[in-house]
């Protein structure tokens, strides 16, 4: 049932046969002016629904002069102002637990989840039952664009706490019809466990952060288990960059020998998989009838052109519970027009989401992102499996020292072999990041593995120092 | 929608309005015999289901000369023979990974979940969508008839993995409608985010094993937390006898101002909670029309009388994907006949699952229960909040050393106060168990706390030769 509307309704036996490519051929194939034009109606419509129910939504764009009645265009609504993740914590701690931009009936709410709150008082989320649906159907969607089909087994590896990657992906599954697998993650030896399950289920798709795919090969390598016996057929991520960045990409791609996927906007947006890659892997389609997504320039966010670098901003046009309209993301990625290979028509992000505004350092001048030096360093030879890159912003002058572990081939070979790689890991950083690098190289296993989202990015004078004499 | 016949059907829409004390009024309070003769349709239609489809259930019973026909009786289905766990893990082993008791194609199955292994090979358990159903709404009865509603809001703090009793308290509490708050646990600091979301959400309802949330109640206080300001009207368990022993649930009644509980009976048979104590808190029910339990003799296999004690052995009676047929808990209970104070006709378990049949060890001749050494324990005035039940099986003569962590109080009151506990216990534990036992007080916080279930036996002979020796 292919419906497409405000209030939005889902058919929760639906689905399309095994080979048809597109859960809803037209929503997904339309040309793109038609679907800006129906993307401007939901705008307007979710708008209004915000406008008389959430007191955060009509101060804020009272304060601003406009209203869902002064959007008439695409172009007009681009001066709604932005909402930050900052302030939805703040009204949450005036209006708590949800924050005055609920826009149900608090009783409505029947799922609650929230941000880890690792940087500071998180967020709740109070989603409303249609609004699971909502995820669920969507979800459903885009996983059916990534071949995901009812006969598909799918592992989750991830945690099932507050954070709504887990979920979002349970229950899309489960609406696909495909059978779950919601292992979780998170206790000791939790992770050997799973290289036993994956063996003895045998899986065909699997979940996590790329960070914890990585983990879980060297964990079923000590076991003496090749996670190609897994008989996975494809990975998906989200949560960081990594399954974009190509050599991260094609390292998992060799560890399992399965195709890898990369997905994701921000849980408050959920639909989350309004960013996902289709079975093209041509880059992240931007599923604008999902999420209307609008790459944006960070000083003035209005929208960039096809071609350029920018933040997302999301607007939610399906949920009610707590709709997002503008939230500014403060990622960084670069958009194109589409159609992408699989005959969608949404945007593409061809390099998906690769650093965060905010995350971007400076070294002499030059514009530095963790993920470039995680592309280049990830795929030398020799890597032994983790880094991290050690910054002092606070020294008189920026500089960069990268630790790297070597492998223990690297080691067996001795001194001559990590002289080499050093030199190739300053060579090739030089030439990417425009600046150099002090390399500190170290032996296998020095460096704590990250279970979750890696964290390799350390702001730290001492041991900044102490990497910089190694 | 009331119905009971086979395959189950339920109208997932459909829910009592608040006032009401039952979720079907009819098969909660039917004349006993009328329940039974009912029950015994049900058995022959589940074993004609397994007859058909299960080559297990068909060896099994054709060795034992029993067969769908040739039940008669309730005193008939005694004669077919139990189930063990370890047939269940070796049939595994043989067809895996669903074992030849899969009752439905192997492409219906669409959720997996496991035990955790931690005693051997683990058992996957492969559910259908229809007997996911069955447990959503199976589970939602049990806690409407906790007092559960709608608009109470159900905090989950254990953790999301193979373990059935978060999954099962999920699904049945968003079945009833209520608002669920997936919360988990396993991560480190996972503990002090639940007092800090207990604080701000205000869940009315709470689930967990017993020593967890006797231990987030130690992480509350560490915080300066009172647990009684999450303002919990009740806290529900599962996984351990805990809830049922008097100076267990009083403590946690007395922590939280909040009432306690008990649930649960083995992940194999879920919907796990067939055995479950009702709004009337007077001892477990058993939830006949829901799995057909039958409390029997250890040697015999065979029904004891109302009043006697034995092992409960489980039949499930709206299961396809797996059904069990006289699964053997190996628990330890007595039962009582019904009605319930809250008007239900069910058998009742006054003091709930009250231990192992192979937990259970000898003292000089006297049968002694850990459980029952808990009870004592735990309600001493000067209990530290933890302890260790050392006896050493191997040797000549069997000796019993309970170790006790002293609390602050004491510790305070010096030597005199400490002797005057250590009397007490040993004159409390002779009283109970019948034989005397060694006591050994500790300083608070030297004994590890117990994050699951509490595993507080240790048999290991070097241990109690020190710990005798103390």
């Given at each position: 049932m292919e419906q497409w509307r405000w209030p939005s309704r889902y058919d929760d036996d639906d689905r399309p046969t095994d080979g048809q490519p597109y859960w809803f051929p037209y929503r997904e194939t339309m040309p793109p002016e038609e679907r800006e034009a129906a993307i401007l109606e939901r705008v307007r419509d979710v708008m209004r629904w915000c406008w008389e129910r959430a007191p955060f939504y009509r101060r804020k764009w009272s304060e601003a002069g406009v209203s869902p009645e002064t959007i008439r265009t695409l172009e007009d609504f681009e001066r709604v102002p932005v909402v930050t993740k900052e302030e939805l914590r703040s009204t949450q701690a005036e209006h708590p637990p949800f924050g005055d931009y609920l826009c149900v009936d608090e009783a409505e709410v029947v799922h609650v989840h929230g941000t880890s709150g690792t940087t500071g008082r998180p967020t709740a989320f109070g989603i409303s039952r249609d609004d699971w649906r909502v995820i669920a159907n969507e979800h459903a969607r885009v996983l059916w664009a990534m071949g995901v089909r009812p006969s598909d087994t799918v592992f989750i590896a991830s945690f099932f706490s507050l954070y709504m990657g887990s979920w979002g992906v349970l229950i899309g599954a489960e609406r696909l019809g495909a059978r779950v697998f919601p292992f979780g993650a998170g206790v000791p030896g939790q992770t050997r466990r799973a290289v036993m399950w994956c063996r003895e289920i045998r899986p065909t798709t699997f979940y996590s952060t790329?960070?914890?795919?990585?983990?879980?090969?060297?964990?079923?390598?000590?076991?003496?288990?090749?996670?190609?016996?897994f008989g996975l057929r494809r990975l998906f991520f989200s949560g960081e960059p990594g399954a974009s960045i190509p050599s991260i990409r094609g390292k998992i791609e060799r560890l399992y020998g399965a195709e890898v996927f990369d997905s994701g906007s921000m849980a408050e947006i959920s639909p989350w998989m309004n960013l996902a890659e289709s079975a093209a892997r041509?880059?992240?389609?931007?599923?604008?009838?999902?999420?209307?997504?609008?790459?944006?320039?960070?000083?003035?966010?209005?929208r960039v052109p096809y071609g350029a670098e920018g933040t997302p901003v999301y607007t939610t046009l399906h949920r009610r519970s707590q709709p997002m309209v503008r939230l500014l993301s403060n990622d960084l990625t670069r958009w194109e027009?589409?159609?992408?290979?699989?005959?969608?028509?949404?945007?593409?992000?061809p390099r998906g989401i690769y650093g965060r505004i905010d995350d971007m350092f400076t070294i002499r001048g030059e514009n530095v992102?963790?993920?470039?030096?995680?592309?280049?360093?990830?795929?030398?030879?020799g890597y032994g499996g983790e880094h991290r890159i050690v910054i002092s912003r606070q020294e008189a002058m920026d500089e960069l020292v990268v630790r790297i572990e070597y492998d223990d081939a690297t080691r067996v070979a001795g001194e001559a072999a990590i002289d080499a790689l050093r030199r190739r890991a300053e060579t090739e950083l030089r030439t990417v990041l425009g600046v150099g690098a002090k390399i500190a190289l170290v032996p296998p296993g020095t460096l704590e593995r990250t279970e979750f989202k890696a964290r390799r990015v350390v702001d730290d004078r001492d041991l900044?120092?102490?990497?910089?004499?190694?």
């Open positions: 790329p960070a914890y795919a990585l983990h879980l090969s060297e964990v079923a390598e000590d076991m003496g288990v090749d996670p190609r016996e041509a880059g992240m389609l931007v599923w604008q009838d999902m999420v209307y997504t609008e790459v944006c320039d960070p000083r003035t966010l209005r027009a589409g159609p992408s290979a699989c005959g969608r028509t949404y945007p593409i992000l992102y963790p993920s470039a030096i995680d592309d280049v360093v990830m795929a030398l030879p900044w120092r102490e990497a910089r004499a190694t």
